[in-house]
Every structure is written in structure tokens, then in C-alpha cells.
């Protein structure tokens, strides 16, 4: 049996993780898993369920009952919850706040790591994308990227993101809301966000999409020794 062929993405919230893994999963042929959509609906079934998020109890058991599906190619897919499409509703910014919470409670972690590692090993490979896949998810992943860019790139990337779905954000929040989720990111006991020691880092601040995408796609290409079906090398 072929063993699969594992792209592990992470870095803070804004770097660009989510576009390049959809965009980098799309030329591969391999698919795309989205770890913050699962954290955003795991936050999103705490808030309907009346789990506060500083009931850590509360919200393992939140995650383990929930039913979390992902479907669709890697530029539409679509999110599922105990059976209902909410794709939509896990963007907004308070699914987004509330992902960040619970992130940080260890057991939710592991029992979304599981899931995570159970989705990875089936077909030929996967994408993954998220603050731990490459140090946590899949340590041993073929390849491993670490997307950065300074805060407040960060801030205007993401404020351009969910200025439509949230009527009213400024950069100064938005950048506020980064710095926060940098802090969490950093100091939470389990997972905490660290480059892998064999990642490849990408300063993402003054590049183009395009540039860090090729960038990507050559690694990939050389790990898998131009074996991908991605067409021609660029």
C-alpha cells in the first residue's frame, strides 16, 4: 500500500495558510483538510449548546459528540455539523473568536488531532493547514511549510477577508484581534505554535500570493522528485 503523501501548512492567523493550502491541494490532486473549520464548528456547536468557553469540560464534550464532516474539492468545500452545512456561519467573526478559545483546551485538541490524522492517512495524501500539523498532526509529514508575515499584514489580509460577513471591523481591531490569537497561540500548555525543526519558513509580508505558491509547489515537486500530476514545472 503506497504510504500517502502529506503536506503539513502552518503559522499564525492571516499568513495565508488557508488560500495557499486550497490553492496548493487543487494543483496536487491530493485533498485539502481546513483544522480551523473544525475548531470554528467545534466553537460554534459550544455557543448553540450554551457551553461557555471557559467550561473546559464543557467543551471536550462538546467535541467529542460532534459530528464534523468536510466535503467538496479544495475551493468548495463545504463544512458539515451534526449533519447541517454550515460553512457560512463558521466564518463570521465570532466563530472565529470562539475557535481561538477552544483551541486551547487540550482535550479538545487531541480529540480533533485524531480526527485530523484519521482523514490524513486515507488516499494518496492530503494538504493540511492549521498551528500544529506539522509539529503535532503529522511530525513525520513529507513536507512541512511555516507561513509568517508581520501583524499588521496580517491584520489587513484578514480584515479584507471578513469585511463583508462583519459590517463595521477597523484595522485597529482586527489587528488587536491578530495580537490576540498570537498570544493564545503561543502560551497555551498543549499544541502551543512552534516552527517544526525541519519546516521550511516562508516570509510571506512582501511577497504576492503567486510568488509564495511557486515557492511552495517547487518544494513539493522536489520532495516527490517531480513525480506530481500537477502538469509542467513552472
Known amino acids: 500500500m503506497t504510504k500517502p503523501f502529506i503536506v503539513a501548512i502552518d503559522g499564525p492567523s492571516g499568513a495565508g495558510k488557508s488560500t495557499l493550502g486550497r490553492r496548493l491541494a487543487r494543483e496536487l490532486g ?120 508581520v501583524p499588521e499584514a496580517r491584520a489587513r489580509r484578514r480584515l479584507g477577508e471578513e469585511r463583508e460577513r462583519s459590517a463595521g471591523r477597523t484595522f485597529e481591531g482586527t489587528l488587536a484581534d491578530i495580537n490576540e490569537r498570537d498570544r493564545r497561540d503561543a502560551t497555551r500548555d498543549d499544541s502551543p505554535l512552534r516552527i517544526a525543526d525541519d519546516a521550511v519558513v516562508i516570509d510571506t509580508t512582501e511577497l504576492s500570493v503567486e510568488e509564495v505558491f511557486q515557492s511552495m509547489l517547487r518544494t513539493v515537486r522536489d520532495r516527490r522528485g517531480g513525480a506530481d500530476r500537477g502538469g509542467d514545472e513552472p
Open 30 to 149: 491530493l485533498l485539502y483538510i481546513d483544522t480551523g473549520a473544525m475548531y470554528r464548528a467545534v466553537a460554534l456547536a459550544a455557543a448553540e449548546a450554551g457551553v461557555s468557553d471557559t467550561d473546559a469540560e464543557g467543551l471536550a464534550g462538546v467535541a467529542r459528540r460532534a459530528s464534523i464532516r468536510l466535503e467538496g474539492d479544495p475551493d468548495s468545500l463545504r463544512v458539515f455539523l451534526d449533519g447541517r452545512d454550515v460553512s457560512a456561519e463558521i466564518r463570521g467573526e465570532a466563530a472565529g473568536r470562539g475557535a481561538s478559545v477552544v483551541s486551547t483546551v487540550p482535550e479538545v485538541r487531541r480529540e480533533l488531532v485524531r480526527r485530523q490524522r484519521e482523514l490524513g492517512r486515507d488516499g494518496e495524501g492530503c494538504v493540511l493547514d492549521g498551528r500544529d500539523i506539522g509539529t503535532v498532526v503529522f511530525p513525520a509529514a513529507d513536507v512541512k511549510f511555516f507561513l509568517t508575515a
